[in-house]
């Protein structure tokens, strides 16, 4: 046999057995959510293994990635990984640490978009105020008070309940932002030193 022929067959035995390999549903390797290390698959498993923080196991059904220490669980949305909250400090936690990022990054946020699946869990941590709606935003046509949600000082709203976007079932919460320094820092209580 000839080492070109040689080279050849050994290429097609690995592609062969490189595709019969079986990998969890995210592929053979992914980012640690914790860590953003590249991590790999523990092959004919549905596991991750990060040096740093243990195994991570992949539910095909849920397609949701777990954490077995922690027993937290994440989604990933366009390359990304989100966190889904089951208590209302984590979603909490994330906002203000998205917010303290703007910050450091020059920017300040305007409004905050939490995803419609988290409007039971957060509900209770909204400031309400009562805002003098102006007769022109009124259908009624005269001066009417609505009620205003706001976490850390910012307004808030949810996804729209009927918005089926497959986003808004994985990621958490968007900020409208503009560059400046918030306006009322630090947000609410956020301690910096
Ligand atoms: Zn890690």
Partial sequence: ???????????????????????????????????????????????????????????????????????????????????????????????HEALDRLYTEGYRATKITIAHRYQALVNRSLELKSMLMHPSENPDGDAKKSTVAYLYGLPVSFSDIGDRQPKWQIVNFELETEPGVPRRYPYHYLVRE
Wanted: hydrophobic share 35%.
């Fill in 1 to 95: 046999m000839h080492i070109s022929q040689a080279i050849q067959l050994t290429c097609i035995d690995k592609t062969a057995m490189e595709s019969s390999l079986h990998y969890p549903i995210f592929g053979a390797d992914i980012i640690c959510p914790h860590c953003r290390q590249t991590i790999q698959a523990l092959t004919l498993t549905d596991s991750y293994l990060c040096d740093r923080h243990g195994a991570f196991e992949a539910n095909p059904d849920t397609e949701e990635l777990v954490h077995l220490q922690s027993k937290r669980h994440w989604k990933r949305w366009e390359d990304k990984w989100y966190r889904q909250h089951t208590h209302p400090d984590g979603i909490r936690f994330e906002i």
